[in-house]
């Protein structure tokens, strides 16, 4: 059974900073590439960092490139989003994902969310 538990969110003031964790399970983790993405209320759910499986092709959003870090540790089984000058356009509901391809089939997994709201 396929597993991804985010953790780290909560609220913080600007220029604050949070680490996101995400703990996968059920899958071979060192294989799949890994993402976060965000959603804000009323918004399109948007991609802010995704890194390959061998810790290569990294890509962020626009938005947050220079203030937030992926990062992986396949040893734990563990994605990490490093954001650091939070601002208030950050608030939303930060979701991993792993993607990866086995048996020639696709498979796009998703955590359930952790909230992360910046505020004064």
């Known amino acids: 059974q396929v597993q991804l538990v985010e953790s780290g969110g909560g609220l913080v003031k600007p220029g604050g900073s949070l680490r996101l964790s995400c703990v996968a399970s059920?899958?071979?983790?060192?294989?799949?590439?890994m993402s976060w993405y965000r959603q804000a209320p009323g918004k399109e759910r948007e991609l802010v960092a995704t890194m390959t499986s061998a810790s290569g092709g990294i890509r962020y959003a626009g938005s947050v490139k220079g203030r937030f870090t992926i990062s992986r540790d396949n040893a734990k089984s563990t994605v990490y989003l490093q954001m650091n000058g939070l601002e208030p356009e950050d608030t939303a509901m930060y979701y991993c994902n792993a993607g990866y391809i086995a048996n020639a089939v696709v498979y796009d997994h998703w955590g359930q969310g952790t909230q992360v709201t910046v505020s004064s």
């Open positions: 059920g899958f071979t983790f060192s294989k799949s590439a």
